[in-house]
Structures are given as C-alpha cells and as structure tokens.
C-alpha cells in the first residue's frame, strides 16, 4: 500500500514513495503479550464491537484493505460478546483464536512516534464576564465538513472543510482570522474561559472538561474544524531558538506561551487549524470513532492509513518511567491532525493532573503490530 500518492506518469516524484508492510506474526513475536491483563481493554473493544456489529456486513471497514469487510469482523465480534467471563485469561485465549497479528513497516523500518495525549481541564463560564473573556465556539452554521473518501475510493481517509458561497465550496476562516472575530459567527460562543492559552491547548486535545463559575461541570467535545491543516507551533519555537529538539514538549510549549504573552498569539497562529465544540452529556470524552474513549486502551492513529477499530499491539517507551516500557493492546478509537504515517500514533492517558504529566512529555519510539481477524 502506497503511504504517499503516486505523481502522474510525467511528473518526477518530489520524494520517494514509502511503502507500508503488514509482515504476519505470532502471538509469541509480541513484547509482552500474556502480562497485559487485558480486562480495562475489555471495555474499550466492546465498545467497537457494538459499533461494528451495527454496520452493514457488505460495507468495507475503510481504506485498508487487508481490514475487510464488516462480515469479517461480525463473528470474531459475536464471540466477544458472547464471553460468559472476561478475565485475562479468557480475555488472551479468545484474541489469539481470532486474530493473527502484523508487524506494521514503513519502508522496512519498523520504529515510529508515539505521543500522548489527555482530557483538558479548563475554567469558564456560560456568560463572557470577569475574567471569561476568551470564547471556545459551537460549530457554525455554515461549515460544510466534507468526507471525500464518499465521492473517491482513492481519497478516503481525507477531508476538507469550508463555507458555500456564489455556488462555490471556498476555504473557511484560519484560526488567526476567527480568533481575531473576523468572521461571520463570531456570536456562536459554547463557553467562556479565562485563558488563552488553556483554549489554544484544548483544540490540540479535543476535548475537555469546563468547571464553570458557578461550581458546576460541563464536558466539552470535537464538533467540527475549519479544514486547514494542523501545524504543530513547537516546530516554530525551535525555528526561533526558543526551544530545542531536546526540550520541546506540550508543557514547555505550554509554559514558553504563558511566560510570553505579548508573543503567544502570533505564534498560536502559525497553526491556522482551528476547531469548534459542542457540550456533551453521559460518558466522554468520544473519540472519532464516536465511542468514549477509555484511558491507555484508546490509540489516535491515522485515519487515511487505518479503519477504526483496528485492535493494536503497543511497544513504546515510557514518557516518565524510562525503564518500563508500554506494552499493552489499544484500539484505534480516534485520530487527530498532527497524527500522520504508517507507524504513528497518539495514546489517550485520560483526565487529571497524572494524565496530564504523562501525555505532555510524550515523544517515545515505538512499534506496533495490528491484530486482524483470521478469516
């Protein structure tokens, strides 16, 4: 499977095409495999499962081939369901009945990046007052989100955004433009909270919790993005010498923002993404596969790569505890924009101070193998 697309036959490719393998394994080949204890990733494939098993069997589970069809995942689903007990031990049976896992390469290299990613925590208010004066926006009326992998099979896994006008689909404001209220439903504000920064860092999660003033909680989630791709701004913070490649990470990012304001919106800016949310009641936060998402059992992987669903053998280092490295089965629940390649992906630590340390410093090498059923 080709990573990157092909240029025309006159054309000379700008770089070489990277080719993605799916190498068969064992069970045995996982790091790991068997002290997983496997019963919190209970939780999270069941959700996916009850996801699939709704699908219409003949509709392919997305742009990998290898995944199939819904039919294919329907009985290995069945059986899942049907586990009088998930314990460990029944729990690691029934995957290696069901599943043969692949070692994902990308140009023969197995190593990628895995980051990590969590739940803000953030303060506001429903009414802009005090010190809540900087808006998180519901979803305009006028966005037009559009899936393209629906008019083009060689598309899927990519999408664009923009607003109708003159009979035309034309781009939608950048993040410079919409945070600045030059735009046409800068009135359209879900919450207000007193920090620019905090707001800026919620849109690179997707979700959060909002405490409002009045004591009380509300959850906040992804409803849509203005369709301009993400940049990531600690690129730009070691281009101006205020960061290294050593030290960059979401908490030093995070603190070089704060302890420079008079800087801090240009450089946000850079990133021209920007996204809308809307409230959400009951579990969360809810990935892009629209399930909640459970804590180190959830991936972020890339979705013009990999189907959701997909369950994956994690092996990456540890952001904290060098010396211990994860190695635990995730399922793809969710992606992101800065979430790009074969071997990558993003894991879902949770909510909470804890969570937050974790995901901030995370920039571990890793590997994965992806489990796929055996029919």
């Known amino acids: 499977m080709l990573v990157l697309a092909g240029c025309g036959e006159e054309e000379q490719p700008a770089e070489k095409e990277k080719i993605m393998q799916l190498v068969p394994a064992s069970f045995s080949d996982l790091p790991g495999w068997g002290q997983d204890d496997l019963q919190t990733l209970a939780h999270a494939f069941e959700r996916?499962?009850?996801?699939?098993?709704?699908?219409?069997?003949?509709?392919?589970?997305?742009?990998?081939p290898q995944a199939g069809t819904f039919a294919d995942w329907h009985p290995a689903c069945n059986e899942f369901s049907a586990l009088n007990e998930k314990t460990p031990q029944t729990l690691k049976a029934y995957f290696e009945k069901n599943f043969t896992p692949h070692a994902v390469l990308?140009?023969?290299?197995?190593?990628?990046?895995?980051?990590?990613y969590y739940e803000a925590q953030l303060s506001g208010s429903r009414t802009q007052s005090?010190?809540?004066?900087?808006?998180?926006?519901?979803?305009?009326d006028d966005l037009v989100m559009v899936d393209l992998g629906k008019f083009r099979d060689e598309l899927k896994g990519q999408r664009i955004a923009g607003r109708v006008k003159g009979g035309d689909l034309v781009p939608y404001e950048t993040r410079a433009q919409i945070v600045a209220g030059e735009w046409p439903h800068n009135d359209k504000a879900l919450v207000w909270v007193?920090?620019?920064?905090?707001?800026?860092?919620?849109?690179?999660q997707?979700?959060?919790?909002?405490?409002l003033d009045d004591g009380s909680e509300i959850r906040i989630g992804y409803a849509g993005q203005n369709g301009h791709p993400?940049?990531?701004i600690g690129r730009e913070l070691i281009a101006r010498g205020a960061l290294t490649k050593d030290n960059v990470s979401m908490q030093t990012i995070h603190d070089w923002l704060a302890a420079n304001p008079a800087l801090a919106d240009e450089v946000m800016n850079v990133n021209k993404s920007y996204v809308f949310f809307t409230e959400i009641s009951g579990e969360g936060p809810l990935g892009g596969e629209n399930v909640p998402l459970t804590p180190l059992r959830s991936l972020a992987i890339d979705r013009s790569i990999f189907p959701y669903g997909l369950p994956f053998w994690l092996e990456a280092e540890h952001p904290v505890e060098k010396t211990t490295p994860i190695r635990r089965l995730m399922v793809g629940?969710?992606?992101?924009?800065?979430?790009?390649?074969?071997v990558r992906g993003d894991v879902f630590w949770g909510h909470g101070e804890e969570a937050e340390r974790m995901a901030g410093p995370m920039k571990s090498k890793g590997?994965?193998?992806?489990?796929?059923?055996?029919?």
Do not use: H
Not at 206 to 211: D, N, P, R
Not at 333 to 342: C, V, Y
């Open 367 to 375: 590997r994965y193998w992806v489990l796929l059923p055996k029919k």
């Open 230 to 232: 993400y940049t990531a």
């Open 194 to 204: 007193d920090d620019a920064v905090d707001a800026f860092y919620v849109q690179i």
């Open 48 to 64: 996916t499962c009850a996801r699939m098993l709704k699908a219409a069997p003949e509709k392919p589970l997305g742009p990998l």
């Open 106 to 116: 990308l140009d023969q290299s197995a190593e990628g990046l895995f980051t990590g």
């Open 206 to 211: 997707g979700s959060g919790i909002v405490t």
């Open 130 to 140: 005090g010190p809540y004066n900087i808006p998180l926006y519901a979803r305009p």
């Open 333 to 342: 629940q969710d992606t992101g924009g800065a979430i790009r390649g074969a």
